[in-house]
Structure formats: C-alpha cells, structure tokens
C-alpha cells in the first residue's frame, strides 16, 4: 500500500529507532575492562556515573552506579563494607561473583544479568552493578534510592470519606499501597519495559481468580507491540489499550485512589501502572462507572442513589442545556413561558449576533478562560477565574454583547460540566456540536445526533466488554449497582463479575 501524501512528509523529517536500536544481546566478556570501556562509550562522560575498583584477596572487582539514583548508606553497610572485609581466595571468576553476593552481602534484593546492554539499563535505574574477572555475567543489587513525594490525597479525586492516600510517581510505592490492600495471592503483578529509548516500567495489575485469561493476553499483548520511543506518562500508553473504533468516548479509567484501583480488580478489571506518573489506567471502563465514586460505597444507599441522579442529570445538563435553549429561541419559541418570552426576546434584541454564534462566543470564551486558570499557578489562576466570571460575564450583558439568559445558561452548564469531571472531554466536545445542530435544525438536529452518539457509544465493545452494559445490553441484576445502590447487605453476598459479549 503506498504513503498518502502525509505520511510522507511525515517520514521526510522523522526517525523510525526500530530499525536503528539494536536487537542482539551484547554478552559479557570476560575481559573486565573491556565491560568497563563499554559502560564508558555508551555514557560517555557523564558525571554522576560512579566507578570504584578495588583488590579483595588478590581478585580485582569493579562498581559501578548512578550517583543520585542509589542509597549510599545502603550500598556502603550492606556491600561495600563486607565485601572490602572478606576472605574471597581460592575462588576464581564467576565463583567470586557468587560468593560476594550469595555469602558475604547482606543485601536481598540481587539479580544475574548476562547481557551488558541490560547491565547498563539496571544501573541507570538506580542499580548497583558489581563485575570480576574471568565471569561471563554480573551481579545488579538494588540499591535504589532517588527523589520522590510521599503519598497524599489527589486534588483530582477528592472524597469525604475514605483514604487519604494517592499514588505517587514511584510504581514501587505504588504496587506497594496495592499490595497493602489485598492481602492474598490472587493479587498478581507483571512487569514490562516499554519505550525503545526510555525503557520504562510499566506494571499490570490483576486477580487471578477473576480475571478473564484472553482479556489479560490481549492486554499484554497491546503494551508490548507498544511503538513508543519513550513513555513519558500513562496516557502514552492509553490508545494502545483503548477500544479501536472513532469515538470520542474512551474505554480506559484513569485514577490516582489506590483504594479505587483496588476496588476495580476486585470487579475483574485489569490496572496498569507506569512508572513516574501518578494516574494509572483501569480497562475496560464502562460508562456507568464515569457517575460512581467511592463515597457512594461508604454513605447510606438512598443518599448514594440520590447522587447518582444528580450526576446524570448534571450530565444531561452540561451537554443538551446550551444546544436547546439556541434551538428553542431560533426555531420553537411557543415552549417559551409567556412570562419569560419577552423578557427574552427583548434581551436578545439587544445584542449584535445571532443566537447560535453567541452562544458558540461565550462558550469558548470560557474555554479559553477555564484553560488559563488550570495552566497558571494556582493563585494567579484563581484571579483569572473570577476576573472571567465576574467582569468579563458582567461587563458583556452590560455592554450588550450577550444576553443575560445566555450568561445564566452558561453558568449552569459550567457548574454542571464538573460534576462528572472524568467527562469533561467529550462533554465540551458534544455541547459545541449539539450548538451547532440546534441552531441550524432545531429540535430534529438535536435528536438525530443524539441518535448518532448512542449508536456510536453502543458499538463500542472493548476486550468484548458492551461499554453501555448493564443498560445495553441489559442486565437487570446488575442494576443494583447502577444508578441505584444496594445495600452491602446485599452487595456484600456475591461480587459483581465483567459480563462479556456472547458470540
């Protein structure tokens, strides 16, 4: 199949490190220098690169680690010391490996590598490298040290009740609170490298006992024929994981609640943790679970019902608000209250667009305002909301430029758009189509589209999964926990599973 004209510019100006990485192992050589000159032409001259030879009982052994990236306590109690006090005669080659690490060391957590390029990854991962003469392989003691945050509450998932805890940008303290929570076997954990360059950590979380077999292959194969150079965050990797069909819905749950995390395994789901990011993914997510949160397990149930409501409706709010109002004052104005319809009319009178472009303007205008408050620091974007909100919402119904009906639409629709803030995304993409549709046909636009985006929701059925499930295809007893919410009374007896598609 030829390039289309794109793709070809494309390749004019990019690199495919596919064909430039190398494939085949670079074995150890038993020549300790020439390892040594190895780790130096490929780092070069960097200087946080640590080489320390020493002579123990006439063997000569090389360390080397990344300053910055290891506990220097650790490696100079729990190695270095024991190791330089040893009796290492009579032994020969990789036998000296094998004592100093097995016999003298005091360190657990130890690994054999046989490859140099490997040696090289371990050690800028923060890794303690040791080599000897005459050995055909190298001992990597994890020794890893570097800085991090402690665990704290997301500021994206707030709770009132619940852990305060958060995941942090290390996967190890991440697996860590994970593991904290499930205290049982089932609970299995797989670590990939993903990132031609980068080589980043990446860990797949799941129950053995639920989880389904060809889910968690499709899953494993999906991040491992990953053609990424680097893995920066978890989002690199969600299309990858993400259903394959145009949408602007998406199929991967983020979240930054350990507890969350937990709670969806438990449900079969499968979590995906990437090392220096904070978010991890949960696959596959269904619509329904966009209005859950986890307050909802931890309060009365009519109140958690009551919740759930107020978030659909909020959703309904935030997409269909704006696009009816410009179709009802275009082309319906008899559903308009014969009290409200001329104070209407008499302010959209005043101002100099049409409803539909006035209603596109102050949409984005908010847009635009919303975005610079999220990406400046936080107490100058507090000013830029509320100079938004205030003078520029005020001083444009002043000046004539909007109406304020429109001004009071908008606000609704903000306030409401944040409800569900997971939704966020297509929620401002859908309220600018349905603006659109209702300005140029009305009610007929409004309901064909809505068609249009059910049909679309309802095809999409990642890892064989019905993405509107339980409502399509319905499932009655999955409704106790859908809007509605039982009690643990009930809930508490049998555990939900994932309901695949029948074929």
Request: glycine share 6%.
């Given at each position: 199949m030829k390039d289309s004209w794109f793709n070809k510019k494309v390749k004019e100006i990019t690199v495919d490190d596919r064909k430039t990485q190398p494939k085949e192992k670079t074995p150890i050589d038993r020549d300790m220098q020439k390892n040594v000159m190895h780790f130096k032409q490929c780092l070069g001259d960097a200087f946080d690169v640590k080489y320390r030879g020493c002579t123990v009982s006439g063997k000569e052994l090389m360390f080397i680690m990344l300053d910055g990236m290891c506990d220097n306590l650790l490696i100079t109690e729990q190695i270095m010391l024991p190791i330089l006090g040893s009796d290492l005669s009579g032994e020969e080659g990789a036998k000296v490996l094998y004592k100093a690490a097995d016999e003298v060391t005091a360190s657990i957590d130890k690994a054999i590598i046989n490859d140099l390029d490997k040696a090289i990854t371990?050690?800028?991962?923060?890794?303690?490298?040791?080599?000897?003469?005459?050995?055909?392989?190298?001992?990597?003691?994890?020794v890893q040290k570097f800085p991090k945050r402690n665990p704290e509450e997301p500021n994206t998932e707030s709770q009132e009740r619940g852990s305060r805890e958060g995941f942090v940008e290390s996967f190890k303290d991440n697996v860590a609170m994970i593991r904290r929570r499930v205290n049982n076997p089932v609970l299995k954990i797989k670590a990939l490298d993903v990132g031609t360059t980068s080589k980043t950590r990446v860990c797949v979380c799941y129950m053995s006992d639920r989880t389904d077999d060809k889910m968690l292959a499709d899953v494993l194969e999906r991040i491992n024929s990953a053609e990424l150079d680097t893995v920066i965050g978890s989002g690199y990797l969600q299309p990858f994981v993400d259903h394959k069909k145009p949408s602007i819905f998406t199929c991967v749950g983020t979240t930054e609640r350990p507890?969350?995390?937990?709670?969806?395994?438990?449900?079969?789901?499968?979590?995906?943790?990437?090392?220096?990011?904070?978010?991890?993914?949960?696959?596959?997510?269904?619509?329904?679970?966009?209005?859950?949160?986890?307050?909802?397990?931890?309060?009365?149930?009519?109140?958690?019902?009551?919740?759930?409501?107020?978030?659909?409706?909020?959703?309904?709010?935030?997409?269909?608000?704006?696009?009816?109002?410009?179709?009802?004052?275009?082309?319906?104005?008899?559903?308009?209250?014969?009290?409200?319809?001329?104070?209407?009319?008499?302010?959209?009178?005043?101002?100099?667009?049409?409803?539909?472009?006035?209603?596109?303007?102050?949409?984005?205008?908010?847009?635009?305002?919303?975005?610079?408050?999220?990406?400046m620091p936080k107490t100058v974007g507090q000013a830029v909301s509320i100079v938004g909100a205030l003078v520029i919402g005020e001083s444009a119904v002043t000046a004539g430029i909007i109406a304020a009906p429109m001004l009071i639409v908008v606000g609704l629709t903000a306030v409401s758009s944040f409800v569900v803030p997971s939704l966020y995304e297509p929620v401002a993409i859908l309220r600018f189509t349905f603006i659109i549709v209702g300005g140029i046909s009305g009610f007929y636009g409004i309901m064909l589209c809505f068609a249009a985006v059910l049909v679309n929701m309802t095809s999409l059925s990642p890892y064989d999964v019905p993405f509107t499930s339980p409502f399509s295809p319905t499932k009655i007893g999955a409704w106790r926990d859908m809007l509605i919410r039982s009690s643990w009374l009930n809930m508490g007896k049998r555990r939900m599973q994932i309901d695949k598609m029948k074929k």
């Open positions: 371990e050690m800028i991962a923060g890794n303690l490298i040791m080599m000897t003469q005459e050995s055909e392989f190298v001992i990597a003691f994890g507890d969350v995390f937990t709670a969806k395994l438990s449900e079969g789901k499968i979590g995906i943790i990437v090392d220096g990011t904070p978010d991890a993914l949960i696959v596959p997510y269904l619509f329904i679970e966009h209005f859950h949160s986890l307050d909802d397990y931890l309060k009365r149930p009519y109140y958690a019902t009551f919740v759930r409501v107020l978030k659909m409706i909020s959703f309904m709010f935030s997409v269909f608000l704006p696009g009816l109002y410009v179709a009802i004052c275009t082309f319906h104005q008899e559903m308009i209250p014969e009290t409200m319809v001329f104070g209407i009319a008499g302010q959209e009178s005043k101002t100099p667009l049409p409803i539909m472009a006035e209603a596109l303007l102050i949409h984005l205008v908010y847009e635009i305002v919303r975005e610079a408050g999220l990406r």
